[in-house]
């Protein structure tokens, strides 16, 4: 079955950086889709960043040139790097995949619901 497990969370002060990881187990094809997606108390999921099957990324406005996401296939492992974190960036976090996955990057960002595999989430919280 494949699985899906976050880490990397924490808190931290505004300005400050975290990594968070998702390790994917039970699967080892190269057609999926993997993303971010985030939810804050009281407020609807939304997308972070999407990798699609060609590599290429999407980025929700607010984390453009703070957030990188990234594919280690060596490793089965999707990474998030978040620098310059702000007070809004907290929430629980949660990395998704879709295998086979046919859609771009921009397609999938604004549609978890195209998502069938999810991690348990891994908690950010930053404080200013």
């Known amino acids: 079955a494949v699985q899906l497990v976050e880490s990397g969370g924490g808190s931290v002060q505004a300005g400050g950086s975290l990594r968070l990881s998702c390790e994917v187990s039970g699967y080892t094809a190269r057609t999926d889709c993997m993303g971010w997606f985030r939810q804050a108390p009281g407020k609807k999921r939304e997308g972070v960043a999407v990798?699609?099957?060609?590599?290429?990324?999407s980025y929700v406005e607010s984390v453009k040139g703070r957030f990188t996401p990234s594919k280690d296939n060596a490793k089965n492992t999707l990474y998030l790097q978040m620098d310059s974190l702000k007070p809004e960036d907290t929430a629980m976090y949660y990395c998704a995949m879709r295998y086979p996955c046919f859609v771009t990057a921009f397609q999938a960002l604004g549609r978890d619901d195209l998502f069938p595999y999810w991690g348990q989430g891994t908690q950010v919280t930053v404080s200013s």
């Open positions: 990798i699609d099957r060609n590599a290429r990324t």
